[in-house]
């Protein structure tokens, strides 16, 4: 069965810091990949996807994430943090576009002054 | 285009007491999935539907039946809410290069 494991439940970076958040997935294939972002009370906002290609992935809101096939790796990265990013980020797979996501627990961000 | 929608927003229901949520998209998206989010615990799927007319138990069907009404909507059913079905509800809806849209969630409290 697919897993996610995600290992920080919750960071805190300065504003203006970079950002690396941590995925790792366990499956067969090589799955396809995603990153969702969720403010407080809201619901989830996708910023960016792997199905095939280039390993570097360019998303919304200044946010890139590499896919590593030989770490089994998907971590997210920004290299500027701001005040507006605090939120809770999920890691997801699934078997392909079609088919249901299997999230991690998710990490959740605190931008601090 | 209004994408995933979700009624209702809120609702408090009592020990025993059924209820049904509504998801509808309009993105003419073939499947569409029923998740529920608890603290600490990420998003873990309930059912999904991979086409009309067909659909599939996820990770945590207890307690839920659902209904796959047409293309568009995708109803997720309590028969009898237990306290512990106290969670917030997505939809979501995808296609082959279309994944993964999410509704904007009800929030359930069941006393």
């Known amino acids: 069965a697919q897993s996610v494991t995600q290992p920080d439940i919750h960071i805190t970076v300065s504003e203006g810091a970079s950002l690396e958040l941590r995925c790792n997935y366990s499956?067969?294939?090589?799955?396809?990949l995603f990153w969702y972002v969720q403010s407080p009370g809201q619901g989830l906002q996708l910023l960016l996807k792997y199905f095939s290609g280039d390993t570097l992935v360019q998303g919304i809101k200044g946010f890139e994430a590499e896919f590593k096939r030989s770490q089994s790796s998907f971590n997210l990265r920004k290299p500027s943090v701001h005040w507006s990013d605090a939120a809770e980020y999920f890691c997801a797979v699934a078997l392909s576009g079609n088919t249901p996501l299997v999230f991690g627990k998710g990490t959740r961000l605190s931008v601090i002054a | 285009n209004a994408g995933v929608t979700q009624t209702p927003k809120f609702q408090v229901l009592k020990t025993g007491q059924s209820m049904t949520l509504q998801c509808a998209q309009d993105?003419?998206?073939?499947?569409m999935y029923w998740y529920r989010q608890d603290p600490g615990m990420g998003l873990r799927l309930i059912y999904y539907?991979?086409?009309?007319?067909?659909?599939d138990k996820g990770e945590v069907p207890n307690g839920y039946n659902v209904s796959r009404l047409n293309k568009r909507e995708f109803s997720l059913r309590l028969e009898s809410a237990a306290p512990s079905q106290t969670s917030v509800y997505f939809c979501?809806?995808?296609?082959?290069?279309?994944?993964?849209?999410f509704g904007p969630g009800t929030r359930l409290l069941v006393l």
């Open positions: 539907s991979a086409s009309e007319g067909t659909t």
């Open positions: 499956y067969g294939a090589t799955p396809y």
């Open positions: 993105m003419n998206h073939n499947s």
């Open positions: 979501a809806s995808s296609d082959w290069d279309r994944p993964g849209y």
